[in-house]
C-alpha cells in the first residue's frame, strides 16, 4: 500500500550540499543500526546547519534512539510510532531554532532482498515526503537530512527544508565523518572524478592508492596565509595532486619575503602575495582539473569564515595568536579539520639562538585543541595585544626602560620547511590514512633536537568537547586584523 | 580599528554594575591594540594625597577572548600617601609606575598616568566564557585596601 511513487519536490540552497557527523557519532549510528540486520533500522539524529558561500552542509549531533516499542522493522519496512516521531521533533524545537532533524535508516543484507543497496526507495520517498513536511513546518532556520545506509557501508542522502510554503528536498553529494581522520563517503550524487592520467601520480599513488588519489583530485582546501609557512603548504599541495585551493592573504609581497617565501619571485615584488601563489601553484601543480581561487583579504573577516566552510580541511598558516580562535572554532564546530603550525626563533642579545620552535597541530574532534595545547590563552592573546609595550606591567612598577620592539621575530625556510613538512604528512594521516592514528601536536624543539609529539590531554570541558559540531548554532566572532 | 561590540556591550555592562560612567577610547592606543577604558571621577585610597579623579585600565581588542592587561592606572601621578609606609619608609605608592602615551587615543590625551602592577589574573586566571570588565574592576580597586607594602 506503500509502494506508489510520488514526485518529491526539488530545490537548492547551494552548489553543494554534504552532511557531516563526528567520527564517533558515525560510528555509533552505523554500528548500532546495521547490527539489527537482517531487519532494517533507524534512528533520529538533531542536525544544525554550517552555511558556506557554495556549500550548504547539515551537521548531525545529538542522537535520539527508538524506545523499546517505538519501530517496527522488518527486512523491508519499518514503522515509526508518533511518540517516536514527537519526541524528536519535541526535541529539535527544544534545541533552539536552527535545530532540525535526520532521519537515518537501513538497507539492510536479507536472504529476501540480497544485498541492500543505499538509495531512496519509493516507499521511502513516499513516507519521507509524508514526514517531513511535518518536521519542517514552522522551522525556517533548520534544515533537516535523511539518510539511508547499505549493507556494504555505501550512503545515500538528501536535505530537506521549508521553502515557500513547501516542504523540498536536494541531494547531498558526500557524508564526512569527522575525527582525528577525515572519512569522506561519496553518494550517488557525488560530482567527484578521478585524475585523467593516474599514471603521473604513481609512485604517490603506491602510498595512498588509488582512491588516496582520488581524494587529493577532489578534495577543497583552505589556507589561511600565504607567507614563510602558508607558500611552501601552497606549494607542497599543489605538487601532491590536490585539486582545489582557496588562500587567503592581505600582504603585499616585498624584496624582504624572498630569502624565505616560496614562489615570490623579483616580479611579482609589490603586489599581492596571493597573486604570486596563483602563479607558483598553476606551474606545479598537478591535480587536472586544478582550481585555486584567491582572496586579497585576511581569512577571519565574516566572509572569509563563511567561505572557509566550503573546505574539507584548513591550513592555518598565519603568524599571529587572535587569528587562531576563529579558525580554532571552526574546525570543531564544523567539522573541518586543520592543521596549525608554527615556528619560532628567539635570538639572545648576542644573536645567539637560544630557543626554537616548530610545530604543527591538528585540530579535530578527537584531538585536543589549541587552547587545550595551549598555543593561545586569555594570557598570551593580552600579551600580543600589548604589541610595541608587551610587558609593561611587569618593568613599569620597578622603573625599568619599556623596550621597544616590533614584536617581529626571526624567520628562515629551512625552520619553516620543516614546519611545513611535518603539517604535510599529519595531512597524509588526517585525508589519507597512511597509517593508524594521528598524531595529536608534532613539535621540534631547540636546545634540545627533538621531535616531540605532545601527550596533552584535552582540558576540561573545553569548547572543543562542547562545541563539537554546534555548526551556525555558534557565534564565532570575525577576527579583522590591521 | 573601532571598538567592537561586543567590547562595546562588556563597558555598558561595567558601567551599569559599577555606578560609574565608564569610556572606551575610540581608537587603541598607538602601537598595540589595547583600548583604554575609563571612568572621569572614581575615589582612591583616602590615605593618598589625592583621592580621587580618573581610573581605568587597557583591555585588547578580542576581550573576553583575551584577557584584559593585568594591571590599572589613575591619572594622579603627583599622589603619594600622606603618612609614609613604615616597613618601606616610603611616601611613594608601591609597584606602581609612572608611564607616558598609556592612553593615547582616549578622552585622557597625552596625560601621564600611574600604572599599579596588580597581577591579578595570575591566581585566578581569566576565564573568557565567566569572567567580565565588572571582575576586572572589582579586583582593581580591591588594590585600594591592601597595606601598601605588599
Redesign the interface.
Known sequence: MHSQSVSLITSRLGDETHIAADADTWREVCTKLTAAAPDEACCFLLTRPSRGITRTTVILREIIWPKPGDVQATPGSLELSADYISRAIDAAIDAGAMVGLCLVHTHPKSEKFGEGIARFSSRDDWYENRLFPTITLDRPGAISASVVIGSAGDVDARIWWRERGECVTQDVQAIRAVGPELTIIETPSSPWKDHPDPAVMDRSTRLWGGEGRRRLQNLRIGIAGAGGTGSLTIFGLATMGVGKLLVWDKDIAKKQNRHRTAGITSDQIGKPKVTAMKVMAESVATAEPFIIEVYEDWATTAEALTRLKDCDLIFCCIDNF?AR?PLNDLAYAHLIPTIDMASWVHADRNQQIDALMTHAHVWSPGIPCAWCRETIS??I??R??????RG????????LP?EETDGVEPSVLPLNMLGVSLALIEFMQVALKITTRTPNDLKFFLPEWELDESDRPARQACDCILNVAMGDTLVI?P??M? | ?PP?E?LLQAVAELSARSGHVFHISPEP?P????FVVHTENHEYRPEYTITSGPLGFRV???L????????FFIAAVDAKLRVPDPVRNSADLN?????EG?VSGSRLGNASVL?????L?NTV????RKHTLFDHYTHSIRRFERAEHD
Open positions: 587572535a580562535v586569555s594570557h592573546l593580552m600580543e595585544a600589548q604589541g610595541t609595550q609593561i606591567e611587569d618593568r613599569i612598577p620597578y622603573g619599556l566572532n577576527v579583522m590591521e | 580599528m567592537s561586543l592606543v602601537g598595540t591594540s589595547l585588547p581588542f578580542n573576553p577572548t583575551a584577557a584584559p592587561e593585568d594591571s609597584r606602581v609606575g609612572r608611564a598609556h600604572v599599579f602592577s596588580w597581577h589574573w586566571p581569566w576565564d573568557r
